[in-house]
T-cell receptor, first 110, second 117 residues
Framework: DAKTTQPTSMDCAEGRAANLPCNHSTISGNEYVYWYRQIHSQGPQYIIHGLKNNETNEMASLIITEDRKSSTLILPHATLRDTAVYYCIVRLGYGNKLVFGAGTILRVKS | GAVVSQHPSRVICKSGTSVKIECRSLDFQATTMFWYRQFPKQSLMLMATSNEGSKATYEQGVEKDKFLINHASLTLSTLTVTSAHPEDSSFYIC?????????????FGEGSWLTVV
């Protein structure tokens, strides 16, 4: 599985954009980048995923570099409820499973 | 998004007994389900992958005779912790997906807290 590297923690002011980086330099051509978040004592929540192109949904935007070696998750207007652990995961092409790393603790502060 | 439900959300059992946790996909057919466990302040650890109608594939180091996984239908998988001990106390989380294509989203249940006393 391609591994990911994320900062341990980040702070963001409420109402500002939160930009969470992820490095996945060993990603292969058929592997997708997935983002999930986990709020304390709950199951992970799906946020977004992408292969090559940038993606946007109602929760966030995913920006993938042209060489696919890194990506950034953008929460456009962070709220206190966005405080969570954010996981960037490269999904094994045909193995179908998600292997979680340590993630980034995002703290949104008022 | 799709809904995956776990039951019970919290369970306390006595040491030496067995406990079953259910995972249901409520609005889609889950050909593949996954079971994870998570200790406090740690990340999720994949325990096993189960495909409907097949035996589960366990990750290295996970005792298949202790953690029995059944995936008998396209909407239900169960995890049975047999002869539970206090060290089995943990947060158990299931996830499910419609199929093995890498672009298919995997959805997670709410998790189940197991406390063995």
């Amino acid at each position: 599985d391609a591994k990911t590297t994320q900062p341990t923690s980040m702070d963001c002011a409420e109402g500002r954009a939160a930009n969470l980086p992820c490095n996945h330099s060993t990603i292969s051509g058929n592997e997708y980048v997935y983002w999930y978040r986990q709020i304390h004592s709950q199951g992970p929540q799906y946020i977004i995923h992408g292969l090559k192109n940038n993606e946007t949904n109602e929760m966030a935007s995913l920006i993938i570099t042209e060489d696919r070696k890194s990506s950034t998750l953008i929460l456009p207007h962070a709220t206190l409820r966005d405080t969570a652990v954010y996981y960037c995961i490269v999904r094994l092409g045909y193995g179908n499973k998600l292997v979680f790393g340590a993630g980034t603790i995002l703290r949104v502060k008022s | 998004g799709a809904v995956v439900s776990q039951h019970p959300s919290r369970v306390i059992c006595k040491s030496g007994t067995s406990v079953k946790i259910e995972c249901r996909s409520l609005d889609f057919q889950a050909t593949t389900m996954f079971w994870y466990r998570q200790f406090p302040k740690q990340s999720l650890m994949l325990m096993a992958t189960s495909n409907e109608g097949s035996k589960a594939t366990y990750e290295q180091g996970v005792e298949k005779d202790k953690f029995l996984i059944n995936h008998a239908s396209l909407t239900l998988s169960t995890l049975t912790v047999t002869s539970a001990h206090p060290e089995d106390s943990s947060f158990y989380i299931c996830s499910a997906t419609e199929g093995p294509i890498a672009g298919n989203t995997i959805y997670f249940g709410e998790g189940s807290w197991l406390t063995v006393v």
